[in-house]
């Protein structure tokens, strides 16, 4: 497989995430969006790493300016990335279900942002 095929496909995850960030109003599908671009970053860090060690097997470690890359750096690095987006969906999760037990409705086009638009709305 070619490299440049992940990096393409990332880039067009992220930008497809990028897209229901700005362009959603159900606070569910950004939450979603959101995930969707950490996915993307996951697929360029994996394929980062693989793509360096590929090009990097024939130099001597010790011409490396820095130590030798730990093995599978890439992915360690993926899992924390997975470890954080699934903090951040049960974080995101639970305030939109309390927002959504409070109004009746998850559309982030009404939600106030400031104490008296909430005022002037009641």
């Given amino acids: 497989m070619h ?10 995850l992220f930008a497809l ?3 229901g960030v700005l362009r959603r109003r159900n606070a569910i599908l950004v939450l979603m969006a959101v995930e969707l671009m950490l996915n993307a970053v996951n697929l360029i860090l994996v394929a980062a790493d693989a793509s360096i060690k590929s090009t990097l097997s024939g130099v001597q470690p010790e011409a490396w300016a820095y130590p030798a890359p730990e093995p599978k750096a890439g992915a360690i690095f993926a ?17 939109v279900l309390q927002y ?8 982030l086009d009404e939600v106030p942002l400031h104490e008296h638009e909430e005022q002037e709305a009641r």
């Fill in 79 to 95: 899992l924390f990335v997975i470890v954080i987006a699934a903090a951040e969906v049960g974080v995101g999760l639970a305030i």
């Fill in 3 to 12: 490299a440049v095929i992940p990096y393409v496909i990332a880039a067009l």
């Fill in 17 to 19: 995430g990028v897209y």
């Fill in 100 to 107: 959504y037990r409070l109004r009746r409705a998850v559309v």
